[in-house]
């Protein structure tokens, strides 16, 4: 529907006023009534009567009309029972007499008899719809022009188990989920410090989805800081359904491949990046937190190379940036070189290549675009398909990318290598957004070299370092700190320095307090050989 | 959006006018010519000989899956008054334009080596970009290079691949040649204190070496084998050295790495086989009196390789006298080597190049009459020092008569 309405919008704007609050679902802002039915029914219309509605008329004695309301599903229902239904029932000793005695009954049940941490008066209805919405039991007693908000938020949760997308040998293996009150306190539960910040704002007129920013005060850059909340303000949609949609609606560059913004399932990585200076933004309904601001280099390192030792991980991470080129350019370069540049291959490789492409019948660049176009599809199927179909999909696939279809004299073995190699270099990359940014770029390499050869590539790659170098993160430009050049932060880049030599956190992410640690933190052996104590 | 647009549009636009790289060719429009024979005939014109790769039938790359043997390269010849016309006239007879990248040889037949000279084949070669100058260059010794390109040959399937590693092996096990790159001519033939040398090739047995059959049996009909280094003067084929003479040469441009040294013993014949396993040669010119000398030095190393007489090597005394007598053979390969380019009048060692490097006012002197006089009146004053590093797995021979 309200689609439809902003549709109407464009063509005519003289309406806009009437639609616009439509669109925004205006909750009745008025304040609630003294008559305990009129509320009732206030709450029953507005809500369509709906059937997860629960009313439950709790009658003390014959006097006091009592009723508590709340969502079926939403609210943790023992504790209703035990903390709200049960305590009233068996606090209700006076028999209160008139408005004033009623009053005086809502303030005793408020301070006495409701044994639950969260409890709050109210009596703008907006409020209370919203309150009820997430879970809250509403109690309403006949002649008091206000309502009781007790919290007793509960239901189904998904347990915390270990994130699916981001394995680690060596770490935790705690994952968020979908419950952002749950994620906060991952992430708490490791940074024990007061100046760990937490804003919360509700985003998405319809949904009114609780977003939350997340920093330590103090390493965080408060100009970045206020930049993510005003963007965060900006929004205006109907809904936020997952951290992605945020993520589109915020990102400093909407024209580029590459993510400007890092997610992850886990707590660790946030703790990890907050500790640097970085903004977490929690989205209640998703284990995905993103990360602000980000730097290319990062989409390099995972959260296990602070885990192992630095050589290990030093090494690993040369592993992963050379993976990376493979996925972009390993298709570009074969084109090239079977088609431009013969001289380059060793002449008895150029015979095994020669005889191989006999019996293509189709240009190198065609039969390369065949197959890559081919794995993608590949790879799609395999993520969409139910598990009891995914061996039939990696049979076929087998068939498809490899003897069979060679044998078909479709392509050459050769391409089937080259096309494989690029498929797991494309996995490897830690993270899969910057993977499948490689991905689509590759298509444009492989065109480029078709038509160019190696100047093409070379042409090609200049026009995305370029474009690399020119995209910002919350105004942090991408390539730091290798452009701009921080010295003192290049230890954590594609190489990871040992702990002791982190001596500074990154520059332009943090602005205040650079330094994180002590002197002389480098460990070494004893100072005397002798292990023997003196006696 | 301006700016968006203009972002494409720049590069757009370059793409246009960058074409110097437009030329794509598929593997399978290539021909591949793995060698160029070169030959005259009598009408005096050159005739080309392109041995041409068969992807498809070298073994070790994956068959097409047609059953049919074919040799694994195709020769075409063409006539023509220059190289390039050859290569154009190619493509009349071949389906697929040739690509000489992947050239590994070039050979020139004796008789236009001897008689015209090399220097009018060069230029193509070093003027066309996709023809290494790092090709070797070889001459048909009494042969024409078209019976040589065409012989098929048994272990590297290639023949091209085949000449070059015979050429390399023989190189660093006997000494007894030089691969020369076309470079390396080139360089010399255009300055007038260096000859060039070129490795010559000769065929055995000149029977039907160019049909399958003539591999496909154990002692293959024709066999292509080291003959010699072709001595030059200027642009021509002036002598051949082979064998010991042939060795001095190398020895004199530094280039041996391995070989071995046999040595009489007390009336044995070659008796005594040193194997030398590392050598330096330095060549360094001096003027005595106004007239250039030359001082060579040798630092060899090696190991005893052989002996075919009862001596004890247990005593350093006698290793002492193998290592001079080893000095007496190597001494007397140089001055042989020597006295061969004096005769031919041919300064292949580019002793011109070291005198005009290090004496430059004296070499205005020198140069206009170098080949003619000084050179070949250039005293030599050789020196050689060869050290026995090992004598093998054994001390004293089996053999018991002790002398």
């Known amino acids: 529907m309200p689609i439809k309405i902003r549709q109407k919008k464009k063509r005519n704007q003289k309406k806009s006023q009437v639609e616009k609050e439509i669109r925004t679902f205006n909750l009745p802002d008025d304040e609630i009534s003294e008559n305990l039915k009129e509320n009732i029914e206030r709450i029953r219309k507005i809500t369509g009567n709906s059937s997860d509605l629960i009313i439950r008329p709790l009658k003390g004695n014959d006097i006091v009309n009592m009723t508590a309301v709340y969502i079926d599903g939403l609210v943790d229902s023992p504790t209703v029972n035990k903390f709200v239904v049960d305590s009233v029932f068996q606090n209700i000793d006076p028999q209160p007499e008139g408005k004033k005695d009623k009053q005086g009954l809502f303030e005793k049940i408020f301070a006495e008899v409701v044994s639950i941490g969260e409890v709050k008066q109210l009596s703008n209805w907006k409020d209370v719809f919203l309150l009820l919405m997430a879970g809250n039991t509403l109690l309403f007693i006949d002649d008091v022009p206000k309502v009781m908000v007790i919290d007793t938020r509960g239901g189904k949760k998904r347990n915390v188990e270990e994130p699916p997308t981001e394995v680690s040998i060596r770490g935790p293996r705690d994952g968020f989920t979908e419950s952002i009150q749950t994620n906060i306190s991952l992430i708490r539960r490791r940074i024990q410090n007061p100046n760990l910040w937490v804003e919360t704002m509700k985003i998405g007129n319809i949904t009114q989805t609780s977003v939350s920013i997340l920093y330590l005060n103090g390493i965080a850059n408060e100009k970045i800081v206020n930049e993510v909340r005003t963007r965060l303000k900006k929004i205006d949609v109907d809904s936020i359904l997952e951290s992605g949609y945020i993520e589109q609606l915020i990102e400093d560059q909407t024209l580029t491949t590459f993510p400007t913004l890092y997610h992850t399932e886990r707590p660790d990585t946030v703790a990890g990046n907050v500790l640097e200076g970085r903004i977490a933004i929690l989205v209640d309904g998703t284990p995905f937190v993103l990360l602000a601001p980000v730097v290319f280099i990062q989409f390099f390192q995972a959260v296990e190379d602070y885990y192992s030792r630095f050589d290990i991980s030093t090494s690993i ?4 940036v050379l993976t990376f080129m493979i996925s972009l350019i390993a298709p570009a370069l074969y084109i090239a070189v079977t088609t431009f540049h013969q001289e380059m291959v060793p002449t008895r490789l150029i015979i095994a290549l020669a005889a191989q492409r006999e019996a293509v019948p189709f240009p190198a660049v065609v039969e390369a675009m065949l197959m890559e176009v081919t794995f993608e599809i590949l790879r799609e199927a395999g993520i969409r398909l139910p598990k009891a179909i995914g061996s039939t999909v990696s049979i076929v696939g087998a068939l498809v990318i490899g003897q069979a279809a060679v044998e078909a004299g479709i392509v050459s073995p050769a391409m089937v290598i080259i096309v494989s190699i690029t498929a797991i270099a494309s996995f490897s990359t830690p993270s899969y957004a910057i993977a499948i940014s490689a991905r689509l770029i590759r298509f444009l390499f492989m065109l480029s070299a078709a038509t160019f050869g190696f100047y093409g590539i070379a042409l090609l790659f200049i026009f995305m370092l370029v474009h690399l170098c020119s995209l910002r993160s919350f105004g942090v430009p991408y390539m730091s700190p290798m452009a701009p050049l921080s010295l003192s932060n290049l230890g954590d880049t594609i190489v990871r320095s040992p702990f002791w030599a982190f001596k500074q956190r990154p520059h332009l992410i943090g602005n205040q307090n650079n330094k994180r640690q002590g002197e002389n933190q480098k460990p070494g052996p004893p100072a005397s050989r002798s292990l023997k104590t003196k006696k | 959006m301006i700016r968006v647009f203009g972002l494409f549009l720049i590069p757009a636009i370059s793409i246009t006018l960058l074409t110097g790289c437009w030329s794509t060719t598929e593997l399978n429009e290539l021909a591949l010519v793995s060698a160029i024979g070169i030959d005259k005939n009598e009408e005096g014109e050159y005739v080309g000989s392109f041995q ?3 992807p498809g039938s070298v073994a070790g790359s994956k068959s097409t899956g047609q059953g049919t043997a074919s040799p694994p390269v195709t020769v075409y010849t063409s006539t023509a008054k220059n190289l390039v016309g050859l290569s154009r006239n190619i493509s009349a007879k071949a ?31 070093d003027r066309d970009p996709e023809f290494r100058t790092t090709t070797a260059i070889i001459i048909a010794k009494n042969a024409r290079a078209r019976d040589l390109i065409k012989i098929l040959t048994p272990i590297d399937q290639i023949p091209a691949e085949n000449v070059i590693k015979m050429l390399k092996t023989n190189e660093t096990m006997s000494g007894e040649n030089i691969n020369t790159k076309t470079r390396q001519v080139i360089d010399a033939l255009s300055t007038k204190e260096r000859d060039p040398v070129i490795t010559g090739v000769e065929l055995t047995r000149e029977a039907e070496g160019g049909k399958l059959e003539s591999i496909q049996q154990t002692e293959p009909e024709s066999i292509i084998q080291v003959g010699g280094i072709a001595l030059f003067r200027n642009d021509r084929l002036v002598d051949w050295a082979r064998e010991k003479t042939a060795r001095g040469i190398v020895f004199l441009l530094n280039k041996v790495k391995e070989t071995d040294i046999s040595i009489d013993w007390k009336g044995n014949e070659e008796a005594v086989v040193y194997n030398m396993i590392r050598q330096h040669t330095t ?7 106004g007239k250039p000398e030359i001082d060579v030095h040798v630092k060899a190393e090696g190991i005893i390789g052989e002996v075919q007489v009862a001596i004890d090597l247990s005593n350093p005394d006698t290793l002492k006298r193998i290592e001079q007598e080893v000095n007496k053979e190597i001494q007397g390969e140089l001055s042989k080597a020597i006295e ?11 002793f011109g190049e070291s005198f005009h490097s290090t004496y430059p006012e004296h070499w205005k002197r020198f140069e206009k009459e170098w080949n003619d006089t000084y050179f070949s009146e250039l005293k030599a004053n050789i020196k050689v020092e060869s050290f026995i590093r090992r004598t093998g797995l054994r001390n004293k021979p089996y053999l018991k008569d002790t002398n």
């Open chain 2, 340 to 350: 061969k380019a004096k005769e031919n009048k041919t300064d292949i060692f580019g």
């Open chain 2, 95 to 125: 389906s697929r334009r040739l690509y000489f990248a992947h050239t590994s040889v070039v050979v020139i037949a004796e008789e236009l080596a001897r008689e015209e000279g090399i220097k009018n084949l060069l230029d193509a070669l």
């Open chain 1, 317 to 320: 991470r040369f592993l992963r």
């Open chain 2, 283 to 289: 060549v360094k010119p001096v003027i005595k009196n």
């Open chain 2, 52 to 54: 041409i790769i068969n």
